[in-house]
């Protein structure tokens, strides 16, 4: 009966090639933050001096935590829950806390798109409508910079907005006075929302078969719009202003705790650690692929796209300095600010701006939906993995979740596109996707594989599958430096919290800010709760259950080439290499290689 149970199960599936995982991989970690978020900290963050603490965390953490997930994967062939109940049943609530953590994203990161996707269908209009102050929502403090007024003196008249600030926040948010006014839904951009996730659902539908197939155009186009935008900006007058002001060392800045505190944000949001995105991506590939020079490389393009579209960037805010004649600091954004406000200025200030402006627009979609449909499909195979007997079974079963869970996020989105939705959008995106909950994560996570597995099972699996054994820096790393800067860099980011604001003026009332901690707190939660639970409800004695806790599965205590020595199959009367080893549940993995070794 069982033999036929599992014979209805559909296959779990494998990427047709390494160019769709590599693709997969890179339209993820290539996301929105290096275009709108990596430039912007280098600028405020001492300009050249700011890569010496993002290299040293790239370094300690970033590769580290990117091969240690991906080894994970790869070598379980599992999702981002079910890994840990084979690696180690003690971390199952990191598993949790990551998939919840994309939950939240994908219900506020989609609306970024929607965004996009509006100001892309304006990119098509005769003239840019927030190119002049000739509009219904433009007030009489707004200036036309694009016209005779590019010399207008900002700082004498405080009360001026341009036309890009006013076109944002009157036309397309139409934004109310706080989070207590929600207002009405905005109607263009709930359209562009379905649009969005229409898209997304037909990506992932299938799987790795259909992402797989997709991610050959959007991982790819992003960087043919980035090169465009590239070459034509710093052919502009001021690009080289822009450029100076974007690397330009200040090694006294490297004295301020925030500055390394915002280089290890930003290495923790872009390689996309922590939340099992690269475990379940890892986990499609062939047993033997070489997941340490994919890994290298992939950490390579990510830091090296990041730095490319700096120079995009600077050198379109340099031009746009240098034609109002202010200080590039007038008009450098981050986040939203750039992509809707100051980039969107500066092309109207080009010649055929509405070119320049589909293809900025074009390249921000395509850099979202890679990484929106990557952390859709994450929560649907690690779901799936977890139940497997429901949801691989034929007749569309796995189509019919991922229906229902774009439903539900989609309509916690839709008060995001409502007249106060920006100020929810904010508070999902500070408090429930942000550093502190994946520096608590990461903290969990290597001491979980570094020190409870540990790094000799790590090496040794690793070197099983790829045939080489990592470089010895790793096992420092998992084992010392990524817990200890992960844990200084989390007690860090409490000490320096610092209240939501919107626009710099608008503080939110205090009720939103406990339902900021409350979303947050509901992740990490999970990681100590989940693992006491566990301790609680066992069977044996509180030292059995710990043990049982921090043991591998029996049928991943040895490596799949050790399994398949003629001693070891003597011993179990194991001929495939696919059954457990009968030394105990409670052996920990270097007992049973020491069992395995004396025989």
């Known amino acids: 009966?069982?033999?036929?149970?599992?014979?209805?199960?559909?296959?779990?599936?494998?990427?047709?090639?390494?160019?769709?995982?590599?693709?997969?991989?890179?339209?993820?970690?290539?996301?929105?933050?290096?275009?709108?978020?990596?430039?912007?900290?280098?600028?405020?963050?001492?300009?050249?001096?700011?890569?010496?603490?993002?290299?040293?965390?790239?370094?300690?953490?970033?590769?580290?935590?990117?091969?240690?997930?991906?080894?994970?994967?790869?070598?379980?062939?599992?999702?981002a829950i079910t890994t840990w109940h084979k690696l180690c049943p003690l971390g199952e609530g990191i598993g949790y806390a990551g998939q919840l953590i994309l939950f939240y994203s994908c219900m506020c990161y989609i609306v970024i798109l929607a965004w996009a996707l509006l100001y892309l269908c304006f990119s098509f209009s005769a003239?840019?409508?927030?190119?002049?102050?000739?509009?219904?929502?433009?007030?009489?403090?707004?200036?036309?910079?694009?016209?005779?007024?590019?010399?207008?003196?900002?700082?004498?008249?405080?009360?001026?907005?341009?036309?890009?600030?006013?076109?944002?926040?009157?036309?397309?948010?139409?934004?109310?006075?706080?989070?207590?006014?929600?207002?009405?839904?905005?109607?263009?951009?709930?359209?562009?929302?379905?649009?969005?996730?229409?898209?997304?659902?037909?990506?992932?539908?299938?799987?790795?078969?259909?992402?797989?197939?997709?991610?050959?155009?959007?991982?790819?186009?992003p960087y043919v719009m980035l090169l465009v935008l590239l070459v034509r900006g710093l052919t502009l007058p001021g690009a080289r202003q822009g450029v100076l002001y974007y690397l330009y060392p200040e090694p006294a800045k490297l004295l301020q705790p925030q500055v390394w505190m915002e280089a290890v944000s930003q290495i923790f949001f872009s390689f996309s650690l922590g939340v099992g995105t690269l475990t379940v991506l890892g986990s499609y590939n062939p047993y033997n692929n070489n997941?340490?020079?994919?890994?290298?490389?992939?950490?390579?393009?990510?830091?090296?796209?990041?730095?490319?579209?700096?120079?995009?960037?600077?050198?379109m805010l340099g031009f746009m300095a240098h034609e109002q004649n202010v200080p590039i600091e007038v008009v450098a954004e981050s986040g939203p600010g750039l992509a809707f406000i100051a980039y969107p200025q500066a092309v109207a200030m080009m010649p055929f701006p509405q070119l320049w402006a589909v293809c900025f627009f074009i390249m921000i979609?395509?850099?979202?939906?890679?990484?929106?449909?990557?952390?859709?499909?994450?929560?649907?195979?690690?779901?799936?993995?977890?139940?497997?007997?429901?949801?691989?079974?034929?007749?569309?079963?796995?189509?019919?979740?991922?229906?229902?869970?774009?439903?539900?996020?989609?309509?916690?989105?839709?008060?995001?596109?409502?007249?106060g939705g920006m100020y929810v959008f904010q508070i999902f995106d500070y408090y429930a996707c942000n550093g502190t909950c994946l520096l608590f994560l990461a903290v969990f996570l290597s001491l979980a594989m570094g020190w409870v597995f540990g790094t000799d099972n790590l090496y040794d699996i690793a070197e099983d599958m790829t045939g080489v054994r990592p470089s010895p820096i790793f096992r420092v790393c998992w084992k010392?430096?990524?817990?200890?800067?992960?844990?200084?860099?989390?007690?860090?980011?409490?000490?320096?919290?610092?209240?939501?604001?919107?626009?710099?003026?608008?503080?939110?009332?205090?009720?939103?800010?406990?339902?900021?901690?409350?979303?947050?707190f509901s992740s990490v939660i999970l990681i100590p709760g989940l693992a006491l639970f566990r301790l609680v409800t066992g069977k044996g004695t509180l030292r059995e259950r710990l043990l049982h806790l921090c043991t591998p599965a029996d049928d991943l205590a040895l490596t799949r080439k050790q399994k398949q020595k003629p001693e070891f199959q003597n011993l179990t009367g194991d001929t495939d290499g696919k059954h457990s080893v009968v030394t105990g549940n409670h052996q920990t993995a270097v007992e049973q290689l020491m069992v395995l070794h004396s025989l």
């Open 291 to 315: 997941c340490n020079r994919d890994c290298l490389w992939l950490c390579v393009l990510n830091s090296c796209t990041s730095m490319v579209a700096g120079f995009a960037v600077f050198s």
């Open 127 to 221: 003239e840019l409508p927030w190119a002049n102050c000739d509009n219904a929502w433009n007030t009489e403090n707004c200036v036309d910079i694009t016209g005779n007024n590019k010399t207008f003196n900002w700082t004498e008249q405080s009360n001026s907005t341009s036309a890009a600030i006013e076109f944002w926040e009157r036309r397309v948010l139409a934004i109310s006075s706080g989070i207590e006014e929600v207002g009405s839904v905005r109607w263009e951009i709930l359209l562009c929302l379905i649009a969005v996730w229409v898209a997304c659902y037909f990506c992932v539908w299938k799987g790795v078969k259909s992402t797989g197939k997709v991610v050959y155009f959007t991982a790819t186009f």
């Open 480 to 520: 010392y430096l990524t817990p200890i800067a992960s844990l200084i860099s989390f007690i860090c980011s409490i000490i320096e919290y610092q209240p939501l604001t919107f626009n710099r003026w608008y503080v939110y009332p205090t009720w939103a800010y406990v339902l900021g901690w409350m979303i947050s």
């Open 365 to 419: 979609i395509l850099l979202g939906l890679d990484t929106q449909f990557v952390m859709m499909e994450v929560v649907m195979t690690s779901v799936t993995d977890l139940l497997p007997g429901l949801l691989r079974r034929p007749g569309g079963r796995r189509e019919l979740l991922l229906l229902i869970y774009c439903l539900v996020c989609f309509s916690a989105g839709v008060l995001m596109v409502t007249e």
């Open 1 to 79: 009966m069982t033999q036929k149970k599992d014979v209805q199960l559909e296959e779990r599936g494998h990427w047709a090639g390494k160019a769709e995982y590599l693709l997969a991989v890179a339209g993820n970690v290539v996301g929105l933050g290096n275009v709108w978020r990596f430039p912007y900290l280098c600028y405020k963050n001492g300009g050249g001096a700011f890569l010496v603490p993002y290299l040293v965390f790239v370094v300690t953490c970033g590769v580290p935590l990117f091969l240690l997930e991906t080894v994970m994967g790869q070598y379980t062939q599992e999702g």
